[in-house]
Structure formats: structure tokens, C-alpha cells
């Protein structure tokens, strides 16, 4: 075996919690990289010569260490704590089943989803995050590198939480580690409001980042195991084990506590209020100004999920005996239908249809219009498509240092320009283009940052707290 060098960035309370191992045989390069106590990502580089290889590792180890990493004897350093949610689904009692119009079998169990105008996305515990078509063909695949935990949107930005600590930006073709999560917190799940990152944990924690990737405050709610948070301009509410607690976004000051009809299990918001789903078998609707219970929606079994119709006219929930139900908005039971296929582990609606990710792993897609609902009552269904993954699909895979961004000369005309530059210990990203404020921050990937590189993108848009965020494609400019 050649030139071995292992080296582990561990960093409480706010830092990364990964390995940077390099070996040298001959004129081949490899390099392994990821968390602690998983395999990796593994890159290899063959050079002219060994005297070449041996400087382009020295190189590589060298920016390392100056970025914190330290050697280490590897499998001293505990892997970081990953708690997969273990959940159980019975049959459904219902009567009838749900109009199911077209079903996706991931081929993992699965979490994360997100429906917006134009596309469907669901993420798997295999690192896969696909996205139909509303009429469910495979439109694409991302690969991350590890177990995807929820999917959340932030106006037009989507991203994917996953069990590495990293929360992956897919808003382009090329998708980026835009967030690191600290190795102390064990992430259950995630939100983003303007570029601010939240951070509900199992030990009943909540942890604010900011779009710089930097820690901002912590706090310790009343109950373990934080299966819910919501964010907006006004708070940021989080759902546990003893209800839910809304906190103030700048500082974390708490501004109410609620006890629920037990341990909150997911979270839904509309613009005035959140919706926790329970254990003891009920949705209920909090106000956000002030915590009180607005209404409660009776359920047979205990809640894995729920959501709204935009207006809030309509609740849905998913419980853990395959059923699904819809209320009014008063808490009046509408109907309850069987999923044909397992729990409704988080759900969305969108124009008359409820698509749900269900404890199989499928993405399911229900018609939810009352001239549907009426004749599945009736025990009139359609015959669900099957949908099937086809090898074709493009694939993407993370970027994850500069190399892998695509290169150009020449800016397009209607491009943005920006600079990476060193302010102290601390890489930033500022606007060369005319037109921006210069003297703001962009949000911009950690590991394509380089002191001196200009890179072109799409669009920067202005975010809340003064800062830029990329929208579209990122590319060097050489």
C-alpha cells in the first residue's frame, strides 16, 4: 500500500464532522472524503510522474490542515449520531380506498417531498431525490451521498436535509452542499426562511444557521424528539415531544408554548397558523400570534402527517393505519380513505390532487376533487399507473470542489459576476457586476469558494437580511 495520510475535521458545537484521507501509489493520487464512520466519496488522479503525485497530495493535505483538519487514527472519532425514524403501518380500516391516480416506487423508504407548479419531488433513505412530471414521468435524478431526511422549499430554492449533515441546494442541474450541520445535533428535521436554516434535532433542540453557514443561537424546547419545524418572518415553531414552542427569529427569545393532544409527530403552516400532527390521533391548529388551539381534527389512529389546501379551507392527514382523511376547516370530518399502500409518511396538495410519500417508498398521486372522492366512496376507482424509472434518466451528483464546476471564458451578457475574497479567517463572496449593492455577501457553496476566483451565475436575487442569494447555474470564469 502507498503514502497513506488520514486526516478528521471534528468541531462541536458548530462545525463539521468529517475525514480527508489521501493516498499516493506510484503516480496515481486517491483521495477518500465524507463523514466520520461512512465510506466516502472517492476521487483518483493519475500524474506524469511520482514526484508530481507526490506534490499534488502534499498540495491537497496542505489545504487541509489549513482548514482545520488535523491527522487522526481512523475509527477512534465516533461517527456522527444518525436516527432513522422507525415507523410502524397497519392495514387501513376504511371502507373504501383513495382514487390513486399514478404511483412511483423509489425503492427505499422515503420522507422528503415537495410539489410545486412545475414538478413533483420526492427523496429517498438511499440519497436518491427524484422529480416527476404532475402526470408522473421520471424527469431527472440526484444522488446524494447519503440518506435523504426531508425536502424543503424556500420561494424558489429546494433542498434536500440528508443523514451526512449536509442540506444539498438542487435548485440547478449541478447541486451544492450549501449548509453543514454541526456532529452534535442529530438532525429529525429541517426548514428554511430567506436563506436562515432551522434545525429540529432528537434531543428536542433548535438550531439557527445562517446563510453563511454560520451557528446563530440555540435553544432547548420542552420535549425530546422534534419531528416539526416551521419558519416565517414572525417565528420559527417547533414541534416536540411536549407541544410546540414558537421562538423569535432573531435571537431565539421564546414567544409562546402550547401543550398538544400529545407528541407532536410533523408540522404544516399556512400564512396565520400551524398545524401539528399528533400521537393521540388529532391534527391541531395553533395560532402563530399567540399559541391558542383554533381547531382540532379527529383522527382514528395516531397522525404521521398533514397538510392544507392553500386557503386552509381543507386539512388532510395521514395516520399510521394506511388512511387518509380530509376535514373542513372547522374540524368537520369530510372523509376517510385507505391509501392502497401504506402509511402517508408526508403529504401535499396541489389543484385537487394529494400526493403523498407512503411508508413502501412510493410517491403517490391522489385525486382529491370531490367528483372523485364522491365515486371512490362509491367503490368506482381508476386502475393506478405504474410509474417506472428508466436508466436514461439524467443523473446529478453533487459538486463538491472547484474542479467539478463547469468552466468559462467569456461571461454571457446577461450573467452576474462575483468574487471570492478573504475578509479575515472567513471566505466571502461579493458582487463585481454593476448594479448590486458591493459591500453585501453572497450565499455561495463552501467548498467551490477559492481566494481570487470570479464565477459567473444566472441571477442573484436580494434576500431579507441583506445578503444575495444564487439563482440558476454557477460557472467559473477562467
Known amino acids: 500500500m502507498g503514502d497513506r495520510t488520514y486526516l478528521e475535521l471534528s468541531q462541536d458545537g458548530g462545525g463539521a464532522h468529517k475525514f480527508y484521507e489521501v493516498t499516493v501509489e506510484g503516480t496515481v493520487v486517491s483521495v477518500r472524503y465524507g463523514r466520520i464512520g461512512a465510506s466516502g466519496q472517492l476521487q483518483t488522479s493519475t500524474f506524469p510522474t511520482a ?16 482548514k482545520g483538519y488535523a491527522p487522526a487514527v481512523q475509527g477512534q472519532r465516533a461517527p456522527r449520531a444518525v436516527t432513522r425514524r422507525q415507523v410502524a403501518s397497519a392495514p387501513s380500516r376504511a371502507r373504501s380506498v383513495a382514487p390513486v391516480l399514478w404511483r ?10 415537495h410539489i410545486d407548479e412545475d414538478r413533483c419531488w420526492v427523496g429517498n433513505q438511499a440519497g436518491d431525490v427524484y422529480t416527476l412530471s404532475h402526470s408522473g414521468e421520471v424527469l431527472a435524478r440526484y444522488a446524494l451521498p447519503d440518506g435523504v431526511k426531508c425536502l424543503v422549499a424556500d420561494d ?8 451526512d449533515g449536509k442540506v444539498y441546494d438542487l435548485s440547478s442541474k449541478l447541486p451544492f452542499a450549501a449548509y453543514d450541520i454541526a456532529a452534535d445535533v442529530d438532525i429529525f428535521w429541517l426548514d428554511i426562511h430567506e436563506g436562515v436554516l432551522n434545525v429540529a434535532d432528537r434531543a428536542g433542540g433548535l438550531t439557527v444557521i445562517d446563510h453563511e453557514d454560520e451557528y446563530q443561537w440555540s435553544r432547548k424546547s420542552r420535549g425530546e424528539h422534534a419531528w416539526m419545524v416551521r419558519a416565517d418572518e414572525h417565528g420559527v415553531y417547533h414541534g416536540h415531544q411536549g407541544g410546540v414552542t414558537a421562538y423569535a427569529p432573531d435571537g431565539g427569545g421564546e414567544l409562546w408554548h402550547r401543550q398538544t393532544q400529545g407528541a407532536v409527530l410533523f408540522g404544516w403552516q399556512e400564512d396565520t397558523s400551524v398545524y401539528a400532527g399528533t400521537a393521540r390521533r388529532a391534527v391541531q391548529r395553533l395560532s402563530k400570534a399567540t399559541g391558542a388551539i383554533e381547531a382540532t381534527y379527529h383522527c382514528d389512529d395516531p397522525v404521521y402527517s398533514c397538510a392544507t389546501s392553500p386557503d386552509g379551507r381543507h386539512v388532510f392527514a395521514g395516520d399510521n393505519a394506511s388512511s387518509v382523511y380530509c376535514f373542513s376547516a372547522d374540524g368537520t370530518r369530510l372523509w376517510k380513505l385507505g391509501t392502497g399502500g401504506g402509511s402517508a409518511l408526508s403529504m401535499q396538495y ?8 407512503t411508508t413502501d417508498g412510493s410517491l403517490v398521486c391522489v385525486d382529491a376533487s370531490p367528483t372523485a372522492i364522491t365515486a371512490a366512496q362509491s367503490g368506482s376507482v381508476p386502475t393506478a ?3 417506472k424509472y428508466s436508466a436514461a434518466t439524467p443523473t446529478y451528483t453533487p459538486a463538491t470542489t472547484v474542479a467539478q464546476v463547469h468552466t468559462v471564458t467569456v461571461a454571457p451578457a446577461d450573467g452576474v459576476i462575483v468574487e471570492c475574497i478573504q475578509e479575515g479567517s472567513r471566505l466571502r463572496v461579493h458582487v463585481l457586476s454593476d448594479g448590486y449593492e458591493p459591500a453585501w455577501n453572497v450565499q455561495f457553496p463552501r467548498g467551490i469558494r477559492e481566494v481570487g476566483a470570479r464565477y459567473v451565475v444566472d441571477a442573484l436575487h436580494p434576500a431579507a437580511g441583506g445578503f444575495y442569494r444564487v439563482r440558476g447555474e454557477i460557472r467559473r470564469l477562467v
Open 385 to 387: 399507473l405504474d410509474i
Open 104 to 113: 412511483f416506487r423509489t425503492g427505499s423508504a422515503a420522507f422528503g417531498i
Open 156 to 163: 424558489f430554492w429546494i433542498y434536500a436535509g440528508c443523514d
Open 350 to 357: 396541489l389543484d385537487e390532487k394529494l400526493y403523498m410519500v
Open 51 to 66: 514526484q508530481k503525485a507526490q506534490a499534488a497530495a502534499a498540495k491537497k493535505i496542505g489545504e487541509k490542515v489549513r
